[in-house]
C-alpha cells in the first residue's frame, strides 16, 4: 500500500524559506505513470496546487508562487521536497504531499495524499 | 488561468436525499476534471476523474457528467457518511491545476 508522508518544520519566521520533504512508501518514485505534487490549504479555506515534478526532474508550478517555489527530487531516497521562499502570514496553511495519477498523454489527477502538515509562518 | 465556479457553495440535505454539485469551468478543459471528498481534519479523498469515472473503491451512488464547461456531481441516495465538503479539481497537465471554491454538504 502506497504511502506518502510529509515532514519539516511546523514554525517558519517571516521572510524565511519553508522546506517540506515527502517521504514515498510502498512503490517507487520513479515510475513513469506517476507525477508527484505538492497542495495546501489555508485553515478554514479551500485548496490550491503549489507544483509537481516528474522523475526526470521536470517541474510545473502554480504561476502565482512560481517565483518563490522550487520543486526537486530525490530519487535515491525515494522523497521529493518543496521550498517555498519569502514566506508570510499568507502562507500559513496545511500543506500536502501527494501523488499524481497520469491516466492520459495530458491528465493526471492526486490519488494518494499525505495527512497533511500544518506550518505556520510566525515571529 | 481557468477558472472554476462551483455551486452552490453550502447545501443542506437528508439522508436520502439525491444532490447534485456543479462545477463550470470558464473555459473549455474537455473532460480534465475530478471531485474529490474532504472531511474535517482529512486530506481530500477523489471520487471520480476524467469527469465521469468512478474511482476504484468509490460507492456508485457516486456519478459525473458533463455538458460543455458544465460538470455535476450527483449522489443519488445520501448516507450518513456523505456529510462533507466537495471539491472539483481541473487536471490538464500542461494547464496549472485549479480547484473550485467548495461546496459544504451539511445535514438538515
Known amino acids: 500500500q502506497l504511502q506518502v508522508q510529509e515532514s519539516g518544520p511546523g514554525l517558519v519566521k517571516p521572510s524565511e524559506t519553508l522546506s517540506l520533504t515527502c517521504t514515498v512508501s510502498?512503490?517507487?518514485?520513479?515510475?513513469?505513470?506517476?507525477?508527484w505534487g505538492w497542495f495546501r490549504q489555508p485553515p478554514g479555506k479551500g485548496l490550491e496546487w503549489i507544483g509537481s515534478?516528474?522523475?526526470?526532474?521536470?517541474?510545473y508550478y502554480n504561476p502565482s508562487l512560481k517565483s518563490r517555489v522550487t520543486i526537486s527530487i530525490d530519487t535515491s531516497k525515494n522523497q521529493f521536497s518543496l521550498k517555498l521562499s519569502s514566506v508570510t502570514a499568507a502562507d500559513t496553511s496545511v500543506y500536502y504531499c501527494?501523488?499524481?495519477?497520469?491516466?492520459?498523454?495530458?491528465?493526471?489527477?492526486?490519488?494518494?495524499w499525505g495527512q497533511g502538515t500544518l506550518v505556520t509562518v510566525s515571529s | 488561468d481557468i477558472q472554476l465556479t462551483q455551486s452552490p457553495s453550502f447545501l443542506s440535505a437528508s439522508v436520502g436525499d439525491r444532490v447534485t454539485i456543479t462545477c463550470r469551468a470558464s473555459?473549455?478543459?474537455?473532460?480534465?476534471l475530478a471531485w474529490y471528498q474532504q472531511k474535517p481534519g482529512k486530506a481530500p479523498k477523489v471520487l471520480i476523474y476524467?469527469?465521469?469515472t468512478l474511482q476504484s473503491g468509490v460507492p456508485s451512488r457516486f456519478s459525473g457528467s458533463e455538458s460543455g464547461t458544465e460538470f455535476t456531481l450527483t449522489i443519488s441516495s445520501l448516507q450518513p457518511e456523505d456529510f462533507a465538503t466537495y471539491y472539483c479539481?481541473?487536471?490538464?497537465?500542461?494547464?496549472?491545476?485549479?480547484f473550485g471554491q467548495g461546496t459544504r454538504l451539511d445535514i438538515k
Open positions: 501527494a501523488r499524481l495519477r497520469i491516466y492520459d498523454i495530458s491528465g493526471s489527477y492526486p490519488d494518494y
Open positions: 510502498g512503490g517507487s518514485i520513479t515510475s513513469n505513470t506517476y507525477y
Open positions: 515534478i516528474y522523475y526526470s526532474g521536470n517541474t
Open positions: 473555459q473549455g478543459i474537455s473532460s480534465y
Open positions: 476524467a469527469a465521469s
Open positions: 479539481l481541473q487536471l490538464n497537465t500542461y494547464l496549472p491545476m485549479t
